[in-house]
């Protein structure tokens, strides 16, 4: 049911490859060669990120990302939001579209049940993540 994009997957990446290295200023270019895609890829994908103002561009020889603020300040929903957009339910956001919405059991649930997800991952920082990473 829930799925994570690939532009969001690399996007995660990205944060806490510039929160594992908080002292200086990332290129992108080697984490695109690790990772095996490309640059220009990843530099789409930070230019969502800046604009939704988790990361700063530095420009020029040297240039690069840094996180805009410190990673125990930086919530994994709103990479998630910068990324994907607001979390929501089909059934419950496009005025009844789904087929089964007026005998759903489930459409009274799920409401509650994408705030307790949204709370979590709210609860959740960079700096959290990277302490569980190998």
């Not at 087929?99 to 700096?127: E, M, N, Q, V, Y």
Request: aromatic share 4%; glycine share 8%.
């Amino acid at each position: 049911m829930f799925q994570i994009s690939a532009k969001t997957d690399y996007g995660l990446l990205i944060m806490l490859e510039l929160a594992r290295h908080t002292d200086q200023v990332v290129p992108l270019s080697p984490l695109a060669k690790r990772l095996k895609v490309s640059s220009p890829y990843l530099s789409q994908i930070a230019n969502h990120l800046q604009k939704a103002g988790l990361i700063i561009s530095r420009e020029g020889s040297g240039g690069g990302y840094t996180l805009a603020r410190p990673a125990s300040k930086i919530e994994v929903m709103s990479v998630l939001e910068a990324l994907s957009g607001e979390m929501k339910v089909r059934c419950t956001h496009s005025g009844g579209a789904c087929p089964h919405f007026r005998d759903c059991g489930l459409k009274s649930a799920w409401p509650i049940l994408i705030d307790d997800i949204k709370l979590s991952l709210s609860k959740r920082t960079l700096s959290s993540l990277l302490k569980q990473t190998i």
